[in-house]
């Protein structure tokens, strides 16, 4: 029963209880253990989790029931015992939930009484004979009251045999009410940038504490990648029993707003056999950590400083200047035109869409201007004093500090002269390897890309090489489905290899042919470049003969998995966090 609620149409629901039926295919007496599991939503939201799972429950049993008490010419005919026969073993007294207010209240027990009504008609017809169920005596146990502030021990007292299932409210930290925030606060004290769902399995964990208790969640895909992760499970322990990995979950409302979701069915207990969906496949693993891999629970915490002894990595510049002192492409010759003097002070400028597209945007970048210099220039002047005025209005006290500097980006993170790598923070999840490529210092960027100053060949062979790619995906927080990687959490917690000086140049010499072969095809974009389907041969080659010398710098088999590399890094940075822990004491 670990996999209820897993899917959210009736159809689906039927498919979820496949573990029950087994059970209760394998003779007779079984059947009887559809009946005893409590099955408790403490998020149900009009009742709709409970009452498709009671539905679903009910159907399965009425299958049950066309095979083994019908006779072969389908007559209904139930033998002597007929009149003490009572096929109904799945009850709404069974299910319980709370919801946050009593007109959902009232929704949710009528949904359920009319599904119950439903399925006495459809049992009817099957053991063709009439049942007395009306008028309806049975009550669903739906409560009201905010699920955060109630004891749930006093809604439904926890047994091993209660199943708790939900869809939990999906809120952005950004986006909470105050009441929500101080349920965070009472639930997660002194933590922020939790999604509020996070609070479900605080709750549930409390709750279900020396039980066999099992729970399933439906989630944002939030919780289970970059910092978030690490703040939420680290108070969280339990085992991930199975897990659906992120699915986009289609609303029926006009505006399809899509969600991206993942199930996450979790106990204080551990299964033997533990199972992974994706996109509609099932595999059997070791282990499910908390990034819902099949890789060891090892939480990877945010840090500044890399674990390794490599160059160290900083976000891009940040404008907060409102555009003004960014000149778009289409605007860039009309300005020069009117400021021809302005011409030493415009760069150019990359953020991640700039750099995987290929498209040109430009900065003033002022830096070494004199204010005689920007006095004697009235179009530069202009967009100064526009940048001033937009700062001061800020809501932000931080940005409006940066009022008493409009010549300026608000934070220049990115050294004078200096040439760099850069990374996108956000990427598309269709490309096997994130756009990793080397800027010449005149060219700046802003905070949409990461960048790493004095970066060598062999640091972009690394980190552009796939078992660097592996790690990305394992840890790094999603945009949706596209990757967002993190300095933080990606690049400054990545254990680093230990290579042979012959290893060292191997990687160097397939960097560079990286680099090569993308000199082939001026005319084409990185975004292109690195699309699946239209990659270059050369590159394709290149990258693929770079990750055979990066796997053999780390000791890795060229045939190893990618769970079996995320599980080999997992290993590393655990000794690495263990040794860094040391000296820091």
């Known amino acids: 029963m670990g996999t209820i609620g897993v899917r959210l149409s009736v159809d689906g629901l039927r498919e979820v209880f496949d573990e029950v039926v087994r059970v209760l295919d394998a003779d007779g007496e079984a059947q009887e253990a559809i009946v005893k599991p409590c099955f408790f939503d ?35 005919a139930l033998g002597f015992e007929e009149e003490k026969f009572n096929p109904i073993k799945v009850k709404i007294t069974q299910f319980y939930g709370i919801e946050i207010n009593d007109f959902a209240v009232s929704v949710a027990k009528t949904d359920i009484w009319i599904a119950e009504s439903q399925m006495m008609k459809e049992t009817e017809g099957i053991i063709q004979r009439n049942m007395d169920f009306l008028p309806l005596h049975t009550n669903a146990n739906i409560h009201e009251g905010n699920a955060l502030r109630m004891d749930w021990k006093k809604v439904l007292p926890p047994s091993d045999e209660v199943k ?79 897990a659906y990995q992120t699915f986009v979950w289609d609303s029926e409302a006009q505006d399809k707003a899509h ?25 059997l693993v070791d282990n499910i950590n908390f990034y819902l891999k099949d890789a060891p629970d090892i939480l990877v915490r945010s840090r500044n400083k890399p674990l390794c002894d490599v160059p160290h990595m900083v976000y891009g510049n940040k404008p907060a200047d409102g555009g003004n002192l960014i000149i778009e492409d289409a605007d860039y010759a009309d300005f020069v035109k009117q400021e021809p003097e302005a011409v030493k002070y415009i760069k150019p400028l990359l953020g991640a869409q700039e750099y995987l597209h290929n498209k040109k945007r430009w900065v003033l970048w002022l830096v070494d201007a004199s204010p005689s210099d920007i006095k004697n220039m009235p179009l530069l002047r202009k967009r100064v004093e526009a940048c001033r005025n937009t700062r001061l209005k800020s809501k932000s006290a931080a940005i409006r500090k940066f009022a008493d500097t409009p010549t300026l980006f608000a934070q220049i993170t990115q050294p004078e002269g200096v040439d760099y790598l850069i990374i996108p923070r956000v990427s598309s999840e269709r490309r096997r390897y994130v756009p990793i490529g080397f800027l010449h210092a005149d060219t700046k960027v802003t905070d949409a890309v990461q960048i790493v100053p004095n970066a060598t060949l062999y640091s972009f062979g690394i980190i552009t090489s796939n078992v660097h790619m592996a790690w990305m995906r394992a840890v790094a927080g999603r945009l949706e489905m596209r990757y967002r990687y993190s300095k933080d959490v990606v690049y400054n917690n990545f254990p680093w290899p230990a290579p042979t000086p012959e290893q060292k140049a191997a990687i160097e010499k397939n960097a560079q042919a990286i680099l090569g072969a993308r000199e082939l095809y001026p005319d084409s974009s990185l975004a292109n470049l690195y699309d699946e389907v239209l990659m270059p041969k050369e590159l394709r080659e290149a990258h693929r003969a770079n990750d055979r010398a990066v796997m053999q710098a780390y000791g890795f088999s060229i045939k190893m998995t990618e769970p079996d590399c995320v599980a080999a890094l997992m290993a590393m940075y655990e000794k690495l966090i263990k040794a860094s822990d040391a000296n820091a004491r």
Not at 45 to 74: A, C, H, M, P
Not at 259 to 282: E, N
């Open 42 to 76: 403490p998020a149900c939201g009009s009742g709709n989790f409970l009452t498709e799972s009671y539905l679903s429950l009910r159907r399965l049993k009425n299958d049950i029931l066309r095979e083994t008490v019908t006779d072969r010419t389908e007559s209904g």
């Open 164 to 242: 708790v299932f939900g869809n939990p409210p999906f809120v952005g930290f950004t986006y909470m009410t105050d009441e929500q925030k101080k349920d965070m606060q009472d639930i997660f004290p002194g933590k922020k940038n939790l999604d509020y769902v996070s609070c479900w399995y605080k709750k549930a964990s409390d709750y279900i504490e020396g039980t066999k208790i099992e729970c399933a969640f439906v989630s944002t895909n939030s919780i289970c990648q970059g910092e978030t992760a690490y703040r939420m499970w680290e108070d969280i322990p339990v085992h991930i029993n199975f």
């Open 259 to 283: 969600v991206h979701c993942v199930i996450i069915g979790f106990a204080k207990f551990s299964h033997a056999q533990k199972y992974l969906y994706h996109g509609g496949q099932r595999e």
